[in-house]
């Protein structure tokens, strides 16, 4: 069952100018360690930070809340599962937040997809809320998703 979609289109342009103005205080604000770290050591730093900001946002109206209702950009992070796939961890408000809206008795997966095709970043996030049956059916996937993000699947080989 989806219980969230969001959507978020991002200027790549704009994210370059603000990294050149604000440097580590825009990156400290808003990106957490991890992605600091992917995004620093990118060649093309500027879409790699778009990319993730796009990725907060759209997760940001999946959620149902935008930026505001007790979600901080810090605590919706891009990482990505052993199979490269991006996928979001949340944490504090946001993670709050999916737990409130997780229906009883369902995990949640949080899909993500991002892009880039200068001057534009894109993402896409929706959450899935699964059934514990057809949660049985992703065993061993490695993709188990909690209202507090990606965890190990135990049953993955």
């Known amino acids: 069952m989806i219980i969230g979609i969001g959507s978020d289109l991002c200027d790549i342009r704009r994210i370059q100018k603000t990294l050149e103005r604000f440097g580590e205080r825009f990156t400290n604000r808003v990106f957490t360690e991890i992605e600091r770290a992917k995004s620093d050591r990118r060649a093309a730093r500027a879409e790699s930070y778009a990319r993730r900001w ?76 699964l059934s514990m049956e057809d949660h049985a059916l992703f065993a061993g996937s490695g993709t188990v998703m909690t209202p507090l993000g990606p965890v190990s699947d135990p049953t993955s080989p």
């Open 54 to 129: 796009a990725a907060k946002e759209a997760c940001s109206k999946a959620l149902g809340t935008g930026l505001k209702m007790g979600v901080a950009w810090r605590e919706m992070e891009v990482v990505n599962l052993p199979s490269g796939q991006p996928t979001m961890r949340l944490y504090g408000g946001a993670a709050e937040r999916l737990a409130r809206m997780t229906p009883q008795g369902r995990i949640c997966r949080l899909h993500v997809t991002m892009t880039d095709d200068p001057p534009y970043a894109q993402a896409f996030v929706v959450i899935e809320a």
